[in-house]
């Protein structure tokens, strides 16, 4: 973790928005998210370097790196061929920010429960079920944490 925070200090936090900015959403280029993510995996002993390790170091330089916006893209819902691949469980999974963005306004303009009622209104698939019993993944309250410390991180310098 100290070696991904020292890459992300050097990258620089994006700059909070002024009171009057709504921001705009922004993909991190490829290259650059692949430059970064070796940047935090170089050095590390070939045990510990695991093939699976790049993806969570991508996703966490982004939660860092992605500039701050006020409108979600709404990505979260977003129906393609009859469904919504971040609200599939087995997808989500693998997602260190759940059905939402690693990036969306929403981890830090929401309280959770506000949070988790819009995940649940536009639930696509109708049945919430699944989203009822795996909760921590689509909506886990950890990544939450992380964005609220990188909200206060780039206002307090």
Known sequence: MSRLWRVVNAAGLPR???REEQGEPAEMAADRAAGLAAQVLAGLPVPERHPDLEAPARQLLK??????FRRCRDSYKEVVNGGCRRQELARTRGRMS???CVD???W????PEQHAALLAREWGA????EFTAHAEIFLPEDFRALRGFLWRQARAG
């Open 108 to 111: 830090v303009a929401l309280r």
């Open 126 to 129: 109708g049945d919430l079920t």
């Open 16 to 18: 909070p928005l002024a």
């Open 63 to 68: 939660a860092c790196l992605n500039p701050e």
């Open 98 to 100: 759940g059905a939402h």
């Open 104 to 106: 969306c306004p929403y």
